[in-house]
Each structure stands twice: as structure tokens, then as C-alpha cells.
């Protein structure tokens, strides 16, 4: 199997500035950045535990505000190495796939959404390669 780890749980907000503020002065957590998505319309906000930046919190900014106080946790992302391979794993596994093919962000981590058991929304994302690495 090659999930390591959670990578992120994503968070859908109304306001990333707002929810930046919130999650840094009131938990304490350490805002990485800040970027706009592919798609030119969600924002994307990375916050990490001081000190232990090997899970993050992503705050999703323009997905969609409307749901409920309980339905906010967008998805869970389990960090892979290779992202081609796991995709296609999990396509011959015949498990149900939001994406049809591998989202590439602006900072080169990649991406692909696949459905649990009950809906659930799955993420596996391979991190963009940092550069001194």
C-alpha cells in the first residue's frame, strides 16, 4: 500500500483571511501560504501544527459555503509517492472516482479525489518536490 500518511484535512470557509486570523491566534497553528487553485477560482490556505508540519489543515475558500456547520470538512488526503501509479491502482480496483484524470497545482503537488464506502470524499496527493531537497 502506498498511502504514508493523512496529508490534510480540508476545510471549506467563506472568508480565508477570516479563517487564517482564526486558526493561527486562536489554535495556534502556523499559516504556510496562501494560492489561488488551477481553476482560477478557489483559494487554498495551508496551516500546519508548530513544529510538526507533516499534517496540514487546508482552508478552501469558494467551493462551497452553503453547506452546514457539519458537512465543512471537505475531504481527507492521504499523502502517496507516485500518483500516476496510485491512480491508476485505484482505477483497476474499480473504485468509484470523482476525477477523470490528475489534477497539477500552480506549486506542482498533484491530486486526484476518489469515493469511500458510504460517498465519503478520499484524496490521494503526492506533495510538490521542494527545492534543497
Do not use: C, W
Not at 70 to 89: C, L, N, Q
Request: net charge negative; no cysteine.
Amino acid at each position: 500500500m502506498a498511502v504514508k500518511k493523512i496529508e490534510h484535512l480540508g476545510i471549506m470557509v467563506s472568508n480565508i483571511e477570516q479563517s487564517v486570523a482564526f486558526y493561527t491566534s486562536v489554535l495556534g497553528l502556523e499559516h504556510k501560504y496562501t494560492m489561488l487553485h488551477t481553476n482560477g477560482i478557489i483559494r487554498l490556505g495551508f496551516l500546519s501544527f508548530p513544529g510538526h508540519e507533516e499534517t496540514e489543515i487546508e482552508l478552501i475558500e469558494g467551493y462551497n459555503s452553503a453547506l452546514p456547520a457539519e458537512g465543512k470538512t471537505h475531504h481527507t488526503a492521504y499523502t502517496v509517492d507516485d500518483i500516476e501509479s496510485e491512480f491508476e491502482r485505484v482505477k483497476a480496483l474499480g473504485v468509484p472516482l470523482r476525477d477523470t484524470e490528475i489534477t497539477t497545482l500552480p506549486n506542482g503537488a498533484r491530486y486526484f479525489f476518489l469515493y469511500g464506502p458510504d460517498g465519503e470524499l478520499l484524496e490521494l496527493f503526492q506533495p510538490a518536490v521542494q527545492l534543497g531537497n
